[in-house]
């Protein structure tokens, strides 16, 4: 059974910090492509931020220069380290793996960015 497991959101502040983890089981995780996306109120899902089973990384605009993804092949983990958090990050973010023939989401975890 295939799982991913997203956790770390929260309320902060402006200019404040999250890290969100997503967990991995089930696949052989080391040939997936894993990404974040976020989906805010009214809006279309989209995609943050990517790194390939090669450890390359993408970042949709926006997010460049304050959010880093990494990942961990032995822990099966995937991370979206997030600072100097905006309003407008505020959104479900979800965790997706894809290895081509296969697609998986995780349930979202809930991210705002308030004062």
């Known amino acids: 059974q295939v799982q991913l497991v997203e956790s770390g959101g929260g309320l902060v502040q402006p200019g404040g910090s999250l890290r969100l983890s997503c967990a991995a089981s089930?696949?052989?995780?080391?040939?997936?492509?894993m990404s974040w996306y976020r989906q805010a109120p009214g809006k279309q899902r989209e995609l943050v931020a990517t790194?390939?089973?090669?450890?390359?990384?993408s970042y949709i605009d926006s997010v460049k220069g304050r959010f880093t993804i990494s990942r961990d092949n032995v822990k099966n983990t995937v991370t979206l380290q997030m600072n100097s958090l905006k309003p407008e990050d505020t959104a479900v973010y979800y965790c997706?793996?894809?290895?081509?023939?296969?697609?998986?989401w995780g349930q979202g975890t809930q991210v705002t960015v308030s004062s």
């Open positions: 089930g696949i052989f995780f080391g040939v997936y492509i």
């Open positions: 997706n793996g894809n290895d081509y023939r296969h697609d998986y």
């Open positions: 790194i390939t089973e090669g450890y390359s990384t």
